[in-house]
């Protein structure tokens, strides 16, 4: 398996004066809520709004549409094996955003995650050195309650060459009276909690150099505000986000299984 940059950033981010535009000052401060990473510092968190909609970005070169319906993503649906790592809740809520601002959760969509290892390893992926091909680790997806939300149990993903730490994440919604629609992106985590969970077992075990936020150019390109809430939760850590998207948004030009066609 080759690990290599995944495609530039799909969409872009919107500036302050189209927010306000599209959302308006009381809207603004109805849907206040915390989004900037929380690292168990119990420093205070930026106020942004929660249906803003965020960027999408690119599906990169390892997503494979397994079909797993799954909450834990964490074993491999064939052995068993658990994949080590801190684990992670990811409660993610997908509201839908009107043209005119309105804000509404999205039942009924299926949203998938897939990540690397503690080791930098993506499943199913066939490379002569370490291949992973026909295993389903840390990929699975859910549907979509009444309030649009959906829960994950993962681990906090580890690192491979040319990438900042993330998770990939896709929403997809199912054709009735409106045509279905993909949304694609990533998340991010804080370097400093990143830095202190790397620094434990088997995170430890990796060498080589992580590229870090600052560095990675998709993170420049919108990661500030996929950045997740990241705190401590027993052995663990937990996270929840809102994901504004606006179903009816055209997929960009050039925009194919999640890369630029040249």
């Known amino acids: 398996m080759a690990m290599h940059d995944d495609d530039h950033t799909v969409g872009r981010v919107l500036t302050r004066r189209e927010l306000v535009a ?11 809520h915390s989004a900037s990473a929380q690292s168990g510092t119990g420093q205070p968190s930026t106020i942004v709004p929660s249906c803003v909609v965020h960027p999408q970005q690119t599906e990169g070169p390892f997503f494979v549409d397994e ?20 684990p992670l809740e990811l ?4 509201a839908q955003v009107s043209a ?74 199912v054709a009735s009276s409106s045509p279905a629609y993909e949304f694609t992106s990533q998340f ?8 202190r969970v790397h620094a434990r077992e088997p995170y ?6 992580r590229m870090r936020n600052d560095s990675d150019g998709i993170f420049r390109d919108g990661g500030l505000q996929l950045t997740l809430p990241v705190t401590e939760r027993g052995q663990g850590y937990a996270a929840s986000f809102t994901v504004g998207m606006r179903p009816g948004d055209p997929a960009p030009r050039g925009w194919g299984r999640g890369r630029w066609r040249l």
């Open 22 to 32: 599209l959302f308006g000052a009381a809207a603004a401060a109805s849907f206040a």
């Open 67 to 86: 079909r797993l319906l799954r909450s834990d993503v964490r074993a491999d649906s064939r052995t068993g094996v658990v994949s080590a790592g801190s």
């Open 91 to 94: 409660r993610l809520s997908i």
């Open 100 to 173: 005119a601002g309105a804000c509404a959760p999205l039942a009924g969509a299926q949203v998938d995650i897939w990540q690397c290892d503690a080791l930098g390893r993506y499943s199913d992926v066939n490379d002569r050195r370490n291949s992973t091909n026909g295993q389903t680790f840390l990929r699975g997806h859910q549907v979509t309650d009444a309030k649009g939300s959906v829960q994950f149990t993962t681990i906090y993903p580890g690192w491979y060459p040319g990438r900042a730490v993330h998770v990939h994440f896709k929403v997809r919604t």
């Open 188 to 195: 991010y985590f804080d370097e400093r909690l990143t830095d």
């Open 204 to 209: 430890s075990t990796r060498t080589g150099q």
